[in-house]
């Protein structure tokens, strides 16, 4: 299968650990960033190529020798000081400074944006290099420690667990330790001046003056947070943080323990539930369970899409097969001409795609039965947490856990263009 993102990422190596150290000066939009990768060789290695965006690479270390390397195109090729043998472990650092600039996309640039009074880290899925040295593939997963030094006034929030702060002068720093794998479009820095809040059990940062709308707006995250708990199984990380940055976004972002929204999703009328419980649901489908390769992305998006489902449903709202009657009959009216298995990059983050991955969801639901399909969805989110999946995995998850032919319906659903009947 074509990749769909040729241009990043690389097969030849792995890397378990990034330690990022981040100095960001918001007046002028400058990082001077040191990356330390711990790679893993998967084949005898004498160059090793990391994705990067319109830095000035300063100095690349392997080992602690100095290795030659030219970084041009998006690419930072490293002439490794000796050959690694397959299975060979080398810390890799890189010295970089410049202005952060988001990547190019279909979608608009990605990755390092400034806001009006801040900065956010919107990655997926190629935005990653626009801030740090990276493997660039959601195949490539490990565990992180982002440190971020600036401006006092402003908060800084990452992926992970916050294990210091200190204050130097007009500075503060502040350290994440990331320790469950996290594919590189996951990671994420939020910087803005937040204050900091419980709500409903979970901590959400957000510009003082909108505190009331977020109360409310999140006031019934613990609830989804036990729904989803009961459907999916175990919340696999050991926080979750929702950022409301102090700018309008067009869509919320989603990175690994947290999830971003903008303040037109605030509006003190929950109007925009629906994306709370899709945004949370990815921690499960997405960054607990992430897809190989960009081509099985129902895997996340039908699957968090059916979880607005599943809200609506256990809060008192429309249930699913309701949502599923209204959705299909809207699908029958649109062009179907993508597989949804492989729906190509211009359609990658097409609505039928996110709407007939949830729709593909519900078929197997009515299929097996609630008992069987939430046991189902309940064990292979624990079989296979914090680790890559497929869709070619899936089906035989699913297989698994009935005497049912289950191939036919979910090759009509994944692998034809024409949209099948609900059962």
């Known amino acids: 299968m074509t990749p769909y993102f040729p241009g990043h990422g690389d ?52 080992d602690g020798v100095p290795a030659r390397h030219v970084h041009d195109q998006g690419k930072l090729r490293v002439a490794l000081p000796w050959s690694l043998a397959a299975g060979a472990v080398a810390g890799v650092e890189v010295r970089y400074a410049g202005r952060p ?18 900065a956010l880290v919107a990655g997926q899925p ?6 740090f040295p990276c493997n660039d593939r959601p195949g490539d997963k490990a565990s992180y420690r982002i440190s971020v030094t ?70 019934r995250q613990g609830e989804m947070m036990a729904v989803f708990t009961d459907r999916f199984g175990p919340y696999p990380f050991s926080g979750y943080v929702v950022v409301v940055a102090d700018d309008d976004l067009d869509i919320p972002v989603e990175a690994q323990g947290m999830s971003i929204f903008g303040r037109n999703h605030v509006d003190g009328r929950r109007g925009s539930e629906r994306l709370v419980a899709h945004e949370l649901a990815h921690q499960w489908f997405g ?17 968090a899409t059916y979880a607005e489902w599943l809200w609506s449903e256990a809060s008192g709202g429309q249930p699913a097969a309701a949502h599923a009657r209204r959705w299909h009959q809207r699908l029958t009216a649109l062009p179907q001409d993508f597989v949804l298995a492989d729906p190509g990059v211009d359609t990658l983050f097409d609505d039928r795609v996110y709407k007939r991955g949830a729709l593909t969801v519900h078929a197997l639901r009515r299929t097996l ?10 064990d292979w989110t624990a079989g296979r947490r914090h ?17 049912q032919p289950v191939g036919p319906l979910l090759s009509d659903w994944l692998h034809d263009k024409p949209l099948p009947p609900l059962p």
Do not use: C
């Not at 190629?126 to 801030?131: H, L, R």
């Not at 960054?287 to 699957?303: A, C, K, V, Y």
């Not at 680790?387 to 005497?403: E, G, K, L, P, W």
């Open 11 to 62: 097969h030849r190596y792995m890397v378990s650990h990034y330690d990022l150290a981040l100095k960001y000066r918001l007046a002028n939009n400058r990082i001077d960033g040191t990356a330390l990768l711990t790679v893993t060789a998967a084949e005898p290695l004498s160059m090793l190529d990391l994705d990067l965006g319109r830095f000035r690479v300063e100095g690349v270390t392997v």
């Open 101 to 118: 600039v988001p990547v190019p996309s279909p979608w608009g640039g990605l990755g390092w944006e400034e806001l009006s009074d801040g």
């Open 126 to 131: 190629v935005g990653a290099p626009s801030w």
């Open 150 to 219: 600036t401006a006092s006034p402003y908060q800084v929030i990452a992926n992970g667990v916050l294990t210091d702060q200190r204050r130097s002068g007009g500075n503060t720093t502040w350290v994440y330790d990331q320790p469950e794998p996290m594919a590189s479009y996951l990671a994420s820095v939020q910087i803005g001046r937040y204050r900091v809040a419980e709500v409903a059990g979970t901590r959400v940062a957000h510009p003082v003056r909108l505190a009331t709308r977020v109360r409310h707006d999140f006031g």
């Open 287 to 303: 960054n607990s369970l992430t897809l190989s390769r960009w081509s099985d992305i129902w895997l996340q998006e039908g699957f």
């Open 369 to 378: 039965g609630d008992e069987v399909f939430f046991l189902m969805l309940r």
């Open 387 to 403: 680790a890559n999946v497929t869709t070619q995995d899936f089906a035989a998850h699913v297989q698994r856990h009935t005497t």
